[in-house]
């Protein structure tokens, strides 16, 4: 599949292909539920979609999976290090780190806005300092960095049916949701981290403090409190995804059944955690693997009606006459 994936955008350089293999394998590995969608995207966009999830996973791997043994210090080193390998991939276009060069080569392809990445790495660099948030607002200031620009990064890959800048709202709230999403899901396993993602004034409006959290974390024990303050956490997530859901339809047919999976399976985790009793400082909440299944066979069945369509308008059903973006295979490193 992957070697079908290269060959259908075009991607003939040896290293590049083994860069964006590397993504691929990060995504395959970390984003079980972004992976999943993923496979819906016709096969040339695949490796862009990777290449963009395969270094933001990077970068952040950076700030948690070294681990409170290598300190704030080491962090920040491998940060500065990933910075600058990224400043000179999307200047000129390579870079010995493979990562990057896959994400410079699709950055160029798809005339990806180079702020965007800026933004991600200094939320990044945020998350080896800043331990909690004082309020919505500061956290949202914090996901517009984490988040929101993922979304507007993918938004040249998926293409739009309409103005770009009318769907980047949508998008960019779509990437907000799916990382409050974690939050709730994470909640337990980022305290282990030292961090509260969860608002403190929406904390404290339900008497609750970091002290209850770790009590709650390390005894195993609830408190009607914290179930209190997770309920109302959640539904101010399920407000973002309601800000997000008009984007859908902004999509390019062909990028509208892999998006549509990745909100419904991501929604999906909310509705885990809350049949989960809320327990997501002992335990995390999973969909069920059926569930996932019928996600997915839903995307199939809309990937084959689009085509369908397509076939039916006397068009190409592999997306390039669907797409006001030029196709991948054009200017090829």
Known sequence: MTDRELDAAGVTDPALREAYRRCRALNARHGRTYFLATR???????????????????????????????????????????????DKGLRDGNSTEPVVRALADTARRYGIDHGHFADFMTAMRADLVVTDYADQAALRRYTHGSAAVIGLQMLPVLGTVVPREAAAPHAAALGVAFQLTNFLRDVGEDLDRGRVYLPADLLAAHGVDRALLCWSRDTGRRDRRIT??????????????????????????VSRPCIRAAFVLYGGILDAVARDGWSVLHRRAVVPRRRRAVVAADGLARVAAVRLRARAAGRDPDVRALTPYPAVSEGVA
């Open 40 to 86: 819906l995207l016709p096969v040339e966009r695949r490796p862009a979609v990777h290449a963009l999830y395969g270094f933001a996973r990077w970068a952040d791997d950076i700030v948690d999976a070294l681990g409170t043994g290598a300190g704030t210090e080491r962090r920040d080193a491998e940060l500065s290090a990933l910075q600058r390998e990224l």
């Open 228 to 253: 209190s303050a997770l309920r109302e956490f959640e539904a101010l997530t399920r407000g973002v995804y309601r800000e997000a859901a008009p984007g859908l339809g902004m999509l390019d047919p």
